[in-house]
C-alpha cells in the first residue's frame, strides 16, 4: 500500500521535475491510500494557484483511492510522531495513516528524509 503526501501530489499535478516519482504510487490506483487530510491540503492549494473547478477535478482523481479519515487510532499515532521527529500536525497525519496502515509514505518534504518506510526523494528547486 502506499500513500502520497501532498507536496507530491502537488508536484505530479504540476508535472514538475519529481512528477515521474510520484507517477507509480498514484497511478497505482489499487493500492494507493490517500489521507483525508491530503484532500484538504491539495484541494486548497488548487484553489489558491488555479480554480475550484480544477481544485474539484483533482479532489475526484484523489477519491479514485481508498480515501483514509483521521481516527482516534490515527489521530494519537500523530500526536505520537509529531512528538518523536518535531513535525507539524498534517505531516504526522500522513506518517502515522501510512503506519496504521502498513503503507509507505510517498514524499519530497525533507523533514521525512532517514525516517522508515518512507520513499524520499529531494525537491528540485527550480532557478530563476
Not at 483514509?68 to 505520537?80: C, E, R
Request: hydrophobic content about 45%; cysteine-free.
Amino acid at each position: 500500500m502506499n500513500i502520497v503526501d501532498s507536496s507530491g501530489w502537488l508536484e505530479y499535478l504540476a508535472d514538475g521535475p519529481n512528477a515521474g516519482f510520484f507517477a507509480k504510487p498514484i497511478e497505482g490506483i489499487k493500492e494507493l491510500l490517500v489521507p483525508s487530510i491530503s484532500i484538504y491540503e491539495v484541494f486548497k492549494r488548487v484553489v489558491q494557484q488555479k480554480s475550484e473547478n480544477e481544485a474539484l477535478q483533482v479532489v475526484a482523481l484523489m477519491q479514485q483511492g481508498q480515501v483514509i479519515n483521521l481516527d482516534p487510532s490515527i489521530a494519537i499515532g500523530a500526536a505520537h510522531v509529531s512528538l518523536q521527529y518535531q513535525m507539524p500536525m498534517a505531516d504526522a497525519i500522513m506518517l502515522a495513516t501510512a503506519r496504521n496502515h502498513k503503507a509507505v509514505l510517498w514524499t519530497q518534504d525533507s523533514h521525512f528524509k532517514g525516517v522508515q518506510n518512507v520513499n524520499y526523494k529531494m525537491a528540485v528547486q527550480s532557478v530563476k
